[in-house]
């Protein structure tokens, strides 16, 4: 199986374990192309995510700030951010969301004690977590259990 219908998995044992909370834990980010990846990351309200790739992508073509839009890119900018996109796709630290190896699931409607059964579920099942909280477009990665409002899982 996949991380998405691991994670949908694990979801379901929680819920059945819990049926009050059923549907308090969702999906959201899951699978993305990379042209979906180079949108977030040239998205001005993430300004501070992404650092390395955007200073690389910087110092390549020797421009002194990102273009607003993929649409605003020409043809070897655009094959540099899909080749090096590519490259981290899958993996974590990376772009695991590229190629569908990761799905966020918010967990932002559960309490703490909810959000470590769940937790625990998906640990048993293989299921790597990485505590994020996000606020409007601002992710926080690493965060404890008790802030997080999204689990990133992969495996």
């Not at 059923?22 to 300004?47: E, H, M, V």
């Not at 073509?61 to 590519?86: N, S």
């Not at 703490?112 to 937790?119: E, F, I, P, R």
Request: glycine content about 8%; overall charge positive.
């Amino acid at each position: 199986m996949g991380i998405k219908s691991d994670v949908q998995a694990a979801i379901a044992t929680f819920e059945k374990e819990n049926p009050k909370l059923k549907g308090k834990a969702y999906l959201t980010s899951g699978n993305r192309t990379w042209q979906d990846q180079l949108d977030i990351i040239l998205q001005p309200k993430r300004a501070k995510n992404y650092k390395n790739i955007k200073a690389r992508f910087l110092a390549k073509f020797k421009l002194k700030e990102l273009p607003k839009k993929r649409g605003d890119l020409d043809k070897d900018q655009l094959a540099w951010w899909k080749k090096a996109i590519l490259a981290q796709a899958g993996k974590s630290p990376g772009f695991p969301h590229v190629g569908g190896k990761a799905q966020d699931v918010s967990v932002k409607n559960l309490g703490n004690d909810d959000k470590k059964k769940l937790s625990a579920i998906m640990k048993k099942a293989g299921i790597k977590i990485l505590y994020e909280q996000v606020s409007g477009s601002t992710s926080n990665y690493g965060v404890p259990i008790t802030k997080a409002n999204v689990f990133h899982c992969y495996k």
